[in-house]
């Protein structure tokens, strides 16, 4: 069911072209005999059917008369995941004085919406808009409903219609990994629908949605605060200018506002402020007022108000305790040393049960969080969160520190609940780090939230300083599955990319690929594609199965528990974890990986990472084996992407041959007759362009790239006024999301590129937390120009003769592709021209950080590109890799009505092995 983004419209197939089959299904009239083939109904026919919304507001969609246990005998789960298309009426009021009228909707676990004026209006020309629905149910989160006192939540969109009646259109899905297994009853899908007149004036601060840290002993616990802005789509664009504090803190605490932040009509933006701390702050002071100043646009000489916020701070005491309470520290996601941050991220800590020991002093002073302001690349012992950590340690060496315990939550799992932390083991002398990945769901810890996983670990190690204490620099991977399991999942994910981070692994009830736990047997597309494009579309996905990583994480300590009447998870992914890391060590026995499938259990009990065996797997974990060790005992390194991979035993690979493939190293040290470390390593590399290696004794790095032969390698000169050439950044395309900065989203003054901006800016916002900076084509080539574009991901909305920035962009000449007139494209010389709706998606070089990306959106027509546009990333597990060409057809074909798609070069150039086209 991750096509979605493919498929909108199933009826298609058997409407005329020339039709609209959205404002044909809206104007269809209802009819008990009209029917439609389909696989899952006796019969083959499926129907209309009426559903009414319950007393709650929520509307169930369900289909008993469907024979579903005969469905899924042959195919599993995939069979019970269906696709509904709906519709109701609304009647939005007219507002004294108002041409349109603004409103906020919530559509609570649906997948997509539209409206579509009702009676439809003759000189209609441009397609119907479809919006992203909240799926993952974030409205009805803590977070989506904290300070709310009206019917929509803190997440609600925000748009601007004429006054009249509309019909409503409505695509739900059945989703096991949302729903469940529905057992012997009919998988039934729950959906909401809230709407409201927007009556705020010019702006909105949502309070609900503010990452304020706690205050321990008096100091923030985090160098950042962030509050939501919201402006409604009848109001006037806003421009935060200032903040101040009242002047009785004077300088002993300041905020800094890192930059302006404009927010456009309808659109919701994260406030991100820098907190300074010279001096404890009083107990007492429970709240501060923190007063901005807001410049309002289009109001003649540009009007300023003030707005006053009133973030509340929870204070904990350290004094005569035996152990303090969890608490909440916030850092910039992922972490930067200036400029504004791409979210504002919280981790809950939970301190061990007697207060340590290891305090080096009773007095604070603050410390300045600093790291890599661009994608992480862990590198020990180089990393400053290393290097920092070494010096605090050795500073009071004579205490040993025990490694941090690291624990992923599950899907949909609030990290503040106090059952969620109850059940975290709690050992003495361990502190535990708590990310959220940023919000409930997250990205399945992968990309944007492994980043973040990253940045609270190491934020962790610096805030804590605060307080007088130092923590090891070293980690236990751990998961907590609630509800699905996807911290077992993370646990996995994030320790198989950085094998060098982590002392050992607890993974529980985790899946092993999003394919394994629902097959996609059952896509559309697969009916239609040509086979060769769909195995391109599933090397999309190589970067996040991790299966194909587990060599990374051979003669690693890992403990397994799963329950083995687990019917969420079945036991066999764990199984399947274990067979396939022994297989890689080569030990029969499965070596320091070990399962521990517990009889009788389900998919979750109380003390599954608290148990007596998870206890004594911690305790006795031995220490890390030294680098040269591990090299002695051989290991093969695995990688479909280098920049969200890290290394193992000091070995890293860099480079790939052909992006889109996987790339494999094997380090085998096994001729080494004596331990001497000087001896050569042999390293014979599948798909491997330029390697790393770094000494732990010295940290001296070494590059090495594959000779010209295929056969050895040779050593690369560092230059001494600079690095390397870096290597271009990875796709596929969902890895526009890790941005570093804020997403710079680049169009025109156009009123349907502007809402499309507005319809990205509110998904990333809502799936993700990543605050976005919508600006114009102009002030992008400005900001080009005086090298003030930064280094977050760009999304650039327009061909060349509709946006001034990306004329500029493809004259540069980086990609194989040209917009030589009109409706035309040109893709490695290969004409792209149809009658209409084409749309292009594509990753393209950012223009001013070779570590970032940017992705351009065009359409050889309006709706060409409302269909490239639907194709940007917001979940997990949509296979779509560097770049595709979307066409009519698609609609009712999937992948199917694709014109092309594949994967870009090491230089950004045609990738004749990773690419298809239909010509």
Known sequence: MREHPFTHSPLSAFLDPSLDPDINFAQRPYDDSETWPSEICDGGRVGWRRFEVGEDGWLEVSYPEIRWDQLRSDHGWASLQYQSILRTTINIPAVPNQPRTSVRIDVTQGVEYAFVPYPVPTDLTEPISWYNADIYAFSDTPTGLRGTTNKTSNFARSLSLTPGKYVILLKALYEIRMFGDPGSSPPTIRIKVAAEVDEVGDFQILEGLEEVPDVVDGWFMGDWIS?????????????IIGVELPASFGQSINLTLPGSAKILKGQIRPIALRVGQTKALPGYVQSLAIKLTIKIHGSGKGEEKQAIWHPTFNHIRTDDKDRIAPFKITFASPSITSGVPAAVSHAMILPPPQWPTNKTSSSAS???????????????????????????????????????????HGAGVDITLPEYIAAVPSIPEYWAVLPTGRNEWGEDW??????????????????????????????????????HSNGGQGAWHLAARYPDRVRGVVAASGWLTIQDYVPYTEINSRHYADPSLMGILSSSLSSYNNDLYLSNLANIPILVVHGSEDDNVPPRHSRSYVNIISSWAGQQDGGPARLLEVPKKGHWWDDVLRSDQVIEFIKDLPHKKSWDEQRKVGFTLTTANP??????????????????????????????????????LDLRGTNVKRIELVSQQSGKLQTFRKSSSGIGWIQEDVPIMGPLTLPRAYGPIIRILSTAGPMTIICPDSPRLRDIAKKIAHDLYLYHRLDSDIIGDREGLMRVAKDELGQGNLVILGRPDENLYTNWMIRQGKLPLRFPTKGVMLVNDKVVYDRGAVGLITLHPHTTSSRSLAMLIAGNDDLGLELAARLSPIRTGVPIPDWAIVGPQARWKGAGGFIGAGFWDGHWGWNEAMSWMDR
């Open 366 to 408: 603050p410390v300045a969080l600093a790291s890599d302001p661009g994608i992480i690349h862990p590198q020990p012992p180089s990393t400053p969160s290393a290097s920092t950590q070494q010096a605090a340690h050795s500073a009071n060496a004579a205490v040993p520190l025990s490694p941090v315990l690291l624990v992923l």
């Open 446 to 483: 992968h990309g944007g939230s492994m980043l973040d996983v990253w940045a609270a670990r190491d934020a962790f190690s610096l805030i804590i300083r605060r307080i007088g204490m130092v923590v090891s620099d070293q980690t236990i991977m751990m998961s907590r599955m609630m509800g």
């Open 643 to 680: 920049q969200e991979s890290g290394g193992r035993a000091g070995v890293r690979i860099v480079e790939l041959d052909i992006p889109g493939r996987i790339g494999r190293l094997d380090v085998n040290a096994r001729q080494w007759k004596d331990s001497d470390p000087a001896k050569p």
């Open 227 to 239: 509050v939501g802005f919201r402006v409604p789509s009848e109001a006037q664009d806003i421009e």
